[in-house]
């Protein structure tokens, strides 16, 4: 992200950067990244990135994203966003935390399995 922001210089989106890095789901260590745009719309993002070929327990990728703002589903429609910074760090986190298979997966992590 880091080169895309050097090359694009002052064209560059204003974002707020509210966590960034590596984030383990239930076994799959993927990236995060959350940012606030300037008209206050959250843009989250978690992906995992496997292997081609990869099985059900394990897929080639997982992309999750959160967007506040939402207006007849148009990101950044709304005229504010119905949460806070720390609210919408915390439905993201329960959200991801939700991201499980429902009943028992060959190969899937113990976490993440819903029902046991």
Request: glycine share 10%; charged share 30%.
């Given at each position: 992200?880091?080169?895309?922001?050097?090359?694009?210089?002052?064209?560059?989106?204003?974002?707020?950067?509210?966590?960034?890095?590596?984030?383990?789901?239930?076994?799959?260590?993927?990236?995060?990244?959350?940012?606030?745009?300037?008209?206050?719309?959250?843009?989250?993002?978690?992906?995992?990135?496997?292997?081609?070929?990869?099985?059900?327990?394990?897929?080639?990728?997982?992309?999750?994203?959160?967007?506040?703002?939402?207006?007849a589903d148009r990101?950044?429609?709304?005229?504010?966003?119905?949460?806070?910074?720390?609210?919408?760090?915390?439905?993201?986190?329960?959200?991801?935390?939700?991201?499980?298979?429902?009943?028992?997966?060959?190969?899937?992590?113990?976490?993440?399995?819903?029902?046991?």
């Open positions: 992200m880091a080169d895309r922001k050097r090359e694009a210089g002052s064209r560059y989106p204003k974002l707020t950067t509210l966590r960034e890095g590596r984030k383990n789901v239930h076994g799959w260590n993927g990236e995060e990244s959350l940012v606030r745009r300037a008209d206050g719309t959250h843009d989250f993002e978690w992906m995992f990135i496997g292997e081609n070929g990869g099985s059900v327990a394990r897929p080639g990728n997982l992309d999750v994203t959160m967007h506040t703002k939402v207006m990101i950044g429609a709304a005229p504010a966003s119905s949460l806070s910074d720390e609210e919408a760090i915390a439905l993201w986190d329960k959200l991801l935390d939700g991201l499980k298979f429902r009943v028992a997966v060959p190969g899937a992590p113990a976490e993440a399995i819903a029902i046991k």
